[in-house]
Nanobody, 122 residues
């Protein structure tokens, strides 16, 4: 499975962005999908995950109420809608695919995209 993330950019605090991750080369609807992020000098951390059908989602406490993960299996794409962005959200955002579920640990994910940079200015 190949994953291509897009939609990052520079935004002011309080603004919004929507990230997209297009999948190819596999049966998208059989993979749980996740978003992770990595800020400079920090570990890569879980942001959100969604089940195969999209019926179950999980968001990190730090983004709950501000970010929303969703997917469109007809388009082989997973999204991350980010609202009320804060400077602390500045990071490279990665999408990932999980053959076995939609967990929070990085090691559960089998395929990773290349990342897209989100910069939030204060």
């Amino acid at each position: 499975v190949q994953l291509q993330a897009s939609g990052g950019g520079l935004v002011q605090a309080g603004g919004s962005l929507r990230l997209s991750c297009a999948a190819s080369g596999g049966t998208f609807s059989t993979y749980g999908m996740g978003w992770f992020r990595q800020a400079p000098g920090k570990e890569r951390e879980f942001v959100a995950a969604i089940s195969w059908s999209g019926g179950t989602t999980n968001h990190a406490d730090s983004v709950k109420g501000r970010f929303t993960i969703s997917r469109d299996n007809a388009k082989n794409t997973v999204y991350l809608q980010m609202n009320s962005l804060e400077p602390e959200d500045t990071a490279v955002y990665y999408c990932a695919a999980d053959r076995g579920g939609w967990g929070t640990p990085r090691y559960e994910y089998d395929y990773w995209g290349q990342g897209t940079l989100v910069t939030v200015s204060s």
